[in-house]
């Protein structure tokens, strides 16, 4: 970090000296303080950095959203948290999961509704075409017509 740059908010916060391998800086801007002193209450600085040390440098900007999300549900909620969010969304997953069930219920029985039908129009078809077999006998040189004429 140059010397004309601000520190970042937690090395601001905690009145350090911000450096160029801050852990914090990439995540905690000097421009918004605020998060930093949420996720600061509520975890602490130290564990912060350790949690921050302990994840892969490609998920760190989700770990910080996540505490970050966590710090200020904590802060609305002392009690319970995001764990309030975390039920409902399990409950709107439980209720999407019944439905899909009843969807795909629906569906099997309208594929079996359709198969049935298809059995019995297979069916008329096949008895339409036997009656026309029957009535007209086995070709046009049966009919009454060619039956009663004379031999030549």
């Not at 629906?106 to 008329?124: F, I, P």
Request: aromatic share 8%; with cysteine; proline share 5%.
């Amino acid at each position: 970090m140059g010397m004309s740059e601000l520190p970042c908010a937690a090395c601001r916060l905690l009145h350090r000296r911000c450096s160029a391998e801050c852990i914090l800086a990439p995540y905690f801007p000097a421009e918004n303080p605020h998060k930093f002193v949420v996720v600061h209450k509520v975890f602490g600085a130290s564990h912060v950095v350790k949690m921050l040390q302990r994840v892969e440098e490609t998920w760190r900007e989700d770990a910080v959203k996540s505490l970050v999300y966590e710090a200020y549900a904590r802060v609305r909620d002392p009690v319970h948290g995001c764990t309030i969010a975390i039920f409902y969304l399990q409950r709107c997953v439980e209720e999407l999961q019944q439905q899909l069930n009843e969807t795909r219920k629906c569906l099997l029985e309208s594929q079996e509704q359709r198969k049935q039908l298809l059995c019995v129009l297979n069916r008329q078809s096949i008895s339409v075409e036997e009656e026309m077999c029957c009535s007209f006998g086995t070709g046009l040189l049966d009919h009454s017509f060619f039956m009663n004429q004379p031999s030549p």
